[in-house]
């Protein structure tokens, strides 16, 4: 079975600092993909940023980094230089099976991120 | 390009009810899933559709349903609803590809009392 941890319910960070949101992953399949969403109040989900199993190099997209570490099942996000906006609920979340017409992804519970000014 | 689209935007049902859901993919997209957030807890999986057959299920009762139609829109039927229903339903829209995001609309939020 598939697992995504998220051990963060909460955390803080002043404007214009980085932070890092912690994701461990559990599974058996040699072939999967990361996922980071942001959710805010208004309930959307928006994509961040995406990481595959084979993938060599760790992900960037603008302010959004993925400390990907395939030995210990970690995928953590790195958001630099932070915004007011970044303020939302982050998930991480994992697709299995090497491709096919089936796509489930499975989150985890996730981390509250509040930006204070 | 339109996101994806979900109506209603917000709904109340009594016990026992019937409700059905809609979504509309994003233009090009084939494959539409279907997931269930409850507060405090991360989207679940409850169905995805490609080319108009149903592709995965997820852990939820038979009184759940959906279908895709040849414009690949879909519906989520949720049958003789319960309290535990309540919830915020996502639709998702992808590419046949595995790399690929799923792409979420607004949701609906569904309040059963």
């Known amino acids: 079975a598939q697992k995504i941890t998220q051990t963060q319910p909460g955390m803080f960070v002043q404007e214009k600092e980085a932070v890092t949101l912690d994701c461990t992953y559990d599974t058996s399949d040699p072939s999967y993909g990361l996922f980071w969403y942001k959710q805010p109040s208004s309930g959307e989900m928006i994509f961040l940023i995406y990481q595959g199993s084979y993938d060599q190099q760790n992900a960037t997209e603008g302010r959004y980094s993925l400390n990907f570490q395939k030995a210990r099942k970690s995928a953590n996000l790195v958001i630099s230089a932070s915004q007011l906006g970044d303020s939302a609920m982050y998930f991480c979340a994992m697709r299995t099976g090497g491709g096919g017409s089936n796509y489930k992804l499975t989150f985890g519970k996730g981390t509250l991120l509040t930006v204070n000014p | 390009d339109a996101g994806v689209t979900q109506s209603p935007t917000h709904l109340i049902k009594t016990r026992g009810q019937q409700v059905t859901l809609r979504c509309s993919p994003i233009?090009?997209?084939?494959?539409v899933s279907w997931y269930q957030q409850v507060l405090g807890q991360g989207p679940q999986f409850i169905f995805q559709y490609y080319e108009k057959e149903e592709r995965g299920r997820g852990n939820f009762p038979d009184r759940f349903s959906a279908r895709q139609f040849p414009n690949y829109s879909s519906e989520l039927n949720v049958n003789a609803l319960l309290l535990g229903d309540s919830a915020l339903y996502l639709c998702?829209?992808?590419?046949?590809?595995?790399?690929?995001?799923?792409?979420f609309g607004n949701g609906t939020r569904l309040t059963v009392t």
């Open positions: 233009s090009g997209h084939k494959s």
């Open positions: 998702a829209s992808s590419l046949f590809d595995f790399n690929s995001p799923l792409h």
